[in-house]
């Protein structure tokens, strides 16, 4: 459903494959948690937006006592498998204007990390992109952006410390390789990976990651260990063997991820993520647009 007024929110969750298989919020389980509004569609000048919910975790849950909402959007917002069709783009442009200011986001990928398990849990700390994507960074800002701790230590540290009362094994730490999406990565591609000191390889951490840093948002994000990448463990991986993770940990992801929101106190916010930008001086500006 065509939604023309854009509901005020801080707060925000961007599913990915860690909660694909199940119905989100409904199925987590998850106490305090409420559907106020559902298949919310958005025009952007990028596009339509996949269909968001509009959430509302109640006062006996949250850290600071009240109230809060939050805006979802399924699978990173894509409209297929490819994000050729510009959905982070989509959901940005929505969340800069609801006045979103942190932003949880879940999803899965291969281990380059020979430690890293299928049913793992990794919070990275960095990334590196290795997609050909043109980016649309200056749509959001006329700034500069730096990518000084690219993923909000405050919010990593609450999502380590909600997926560890779901999840056996979680690493706190770990760099992500952003790769092209849809297709998985050659075994001579993951040890190039591994060289570069990669530990989880997958597709949608960019451009989130930077989006949210244009918009002034702090952001943070979890994955699941879904599969070995190529090359690194056994070469006869039954490649449909992901969707059996994504069965098990849909409703756990879910309720880490509304946990992790509930438990923000933004009074107690120690990060850096808003002064991680570089204003350009008028001058300059007008040099460029000359």
């Given at each position: 459903m065509k939604v023309t007024e854009i509901p005020q929110v801080e707060y925000a969750i961007i599913g990915g494959s860690?909660?694909?298989?199940?119905?989100f919020p409904e199925a987590t389980g998850f106490k305090g948690v409420s559907v106020i509004q559902d298949d919310m569609e958005f025009d952007t000048p990028f596009g339509t937006t996949m269909a968001m919910k509009l959430l509302e975790l109640s006062a006996d849950v949250t850290a600071d006592g009240k109230p809060r909402k939050l805006l979802t959007v399924p699978f990173h917002g894509f409209h297929g498998l490819a994000p050729y069709n510009t959905p982070s783009e989509?959901?940005?442009?929505?969340?800069?204007?609801?006045?979103?200011?942190?932003?949880?986001?879940?999803?899965?990928?291969?281990?380059?990390?020979?430690?890293?398990?299928?049913?793992?849990?990794?919070?990275?700390?960095?990334?590196?992109?290795?997609?050909?994507?043109?980016?649309?960074?200056?749509?959001?800002?006329?700034?500069?952006?730096?990518?000084?701790?690219?993923?909000?230590?405050?919010?990593?540290?609450?999502?380590?410390?909600?997926?560890?009362?779901?999840?056996p094994r979680v690493f706190s730490r770990g760099v992500y390789a952003n790769t092209e999406p849809p297709r998985f990565?050659?075994?001579?591609?993951?040890?190039?990976?591994?060289?570069?000191?990669?530990?989880?390889?997958?597709?949608?951490?960019?451009?989130?990651?930077?989006?949210?840093?244009?918009?002034?948002?702090?952001?943070?994000?979890?994955?699941?260990?879904?599969?070995?990448?190529?090359?690194?463990?056994?070469?006869?991986?039954?490649?449909?063997?992901?969707?059996?993770?994504?069965?098990?940990?849909?409703?756990?992801?879910g309720r880490v991820t509304l946990g992790a929101i509930a438990a923000i106190n933004p009074a107690e916010k120690k990060c850096s993520c808003k002064d991680y930008m570089i204003e350009v001086p008028g001058n300059v500006k007008d040099r460029i647009s000359e």
């Open positions: 860690g909660t694909w298989a199940g119905e989509q959901i940005f442009w929505v969340f800069q204007r609801a006045g979103v200011k942190y932003i949880v986001a879940e999803g899965s990928g291969g281990s380059i990390n020979p430690l890293l398990d299928p049913g793992d849990i990794i919070v990275p700390h960095d990334f590196v992109d290795f997609t050909k994507r043109p980016t649309n960074i200056h749509r959001f800002t006329p700034n500069i952006v730096r990518m000084r701790e690219p993923l909000c230590p405050d919010l990593r540290k609450i999502l380590f410390e909600k997926a560890k009362e779901e999840y990565e050659t075994a001579t591609e993951i040890k190039m990976l591994a060289d570069a000191r990669c530990d989880i390889t997958g597709h949608t951490i960019v451009p989130e990651v930077y989006l949210s840093r244009a918009i002034g948002a702090c952001y943070a994000s979890l994955y699941l260990v879904s599969n070995f990448a190529e090359g690194v463990e056994d070469p006869t991986w039954r490649g449909d063997s992901i969707f059996d993770h994504y069965r098990d940990s849909a409703d756990k992801i």
